[in-house]
């Protein structure tokens, strides 16, 4: 066994060393469908292949279309047929060729296959002792180049498969607004209020009252100082279930220094901070 590697600088390589890099990715196919066109004409039993790109083996084939390539049909025989029209390469005399492989004639005649080396490209029904063709005899046999290296064996850092687009624990796509569609986004589930006293992990959400149907019921409590101690509010449709708790501490100065209030099984805290002028020099909130 030889081991051989491609490519180095000062090494001499062969075509064949640049093809069977070719052959490990692309097939046999057209580059385009739309390559190598087939109209009839001028005469019955003719027809021209125009421009294209196709792959071979390896190789590049191509035609340009400034000089489309004639073939000719021979006429029918007593029995019908099927021919191929195949482009391939002639290694012995470093060419590309297209040609006519003439099928065997048969009562049910059977297609024929590409020669090695060669693409088929159509398929030319011969009716027995046919003297001209039509359009309806000829079908098309072309296909893409395949990619003999699929998707799973190359590997994209960080890029973002097709198939995970628009998908459930995929990537969100944009409509032609630029706004992620509808179909793509979460339910919304309305939140209503939890009962007094409980919570799920936020501050209880109360309902919205107006003001002039609002049936809460505030308490105000004082202090021994005389100040407002606690203001509790309460729902009297709930059996008195109470709502919030706010507690006021006094400093030495005689000044508000701290609030805290209770709420759905949270508590927040308000520290007012004072400066050396006696006034609020700024506010400190915590969450439990």
Do not use: C
Request: cysteine-free; aromatic content about 6%; charged content about 15%.
């Amino acid at each position: 066994m030889t081991l051989s590697i491609s490519f180095y600088n000062n090494v001499k390589y062969t075509k064949d060393d640049f093809m069977n890099r070719d052959r490990d990715f692309f097939g046999n196919g057209v580059v385009t469908l739309t390559d190598f066109p087939l109209t009839l004409g001028p005469t019955p039993l003719t027809l021209t292949i125009g421009g294209g790109v196709a792959w071979v083996d390896g190789y590049r084939i191509a035609n340009d279309d400034l000089l489309p390539v004639p073939l000719m049909i021979d006429k029918g025989d007593a029995q019908k047929r099927i021919d191929i029209i195949q482009l391939g390469h002639d290694d012995v005399n470093s060419r590309a060729v297209m040609t006519v492989k003439k099928g065997v004639p048969a009562d049910t005649p059977i297609e024929p296959g590409a020669d090695p080396g060669y693409l088929k490209l159509f398929a030319i029904s011969v009716d027995a002792n046919v003297t001209s063709l039509s359009s309806d005899k000829v079908t098309d046999r072309r296909n893409l180049v395949p990619l003999k290296v699929s998707g799973t064996q190359i590997s994209f850092t960080g890029a973002v498969s097709t198939t995970q687009l628009g998908q459930a624990n995929g990537v969100a796509t944009l409509g032609a607004d630029g706004k992620v569609p509808s179909l793509q986004l979460p339910t919304l589930v309305a939140m209503g209020a939890l009962s007094a006293g409980t919570g799920n992990g936020s501050v209880r959400i109360d309902p919205a009252y107006e003001l002039s149907s609002d049936t809460r019921t505030t308490t105000v409590t004082y202090g021994i100082n005389g100040l407002v101690s606690t203001v509790k509010e309460t729902d009297p449709t709930n059996s008195n279930a109470t709502i919030a708790t706010n507690s006021i501490t006094y400093g030495t100065n005689g000044q508000i220094s701290k609030i805290t209030t209770t709420a759905g099984g949270h508590t927040a805290t308000l520290t007012v901070n004072y400066g050396t002028n006696g006034l609020v020099s700024n506010l400190t909130q915590t969450y439990l």
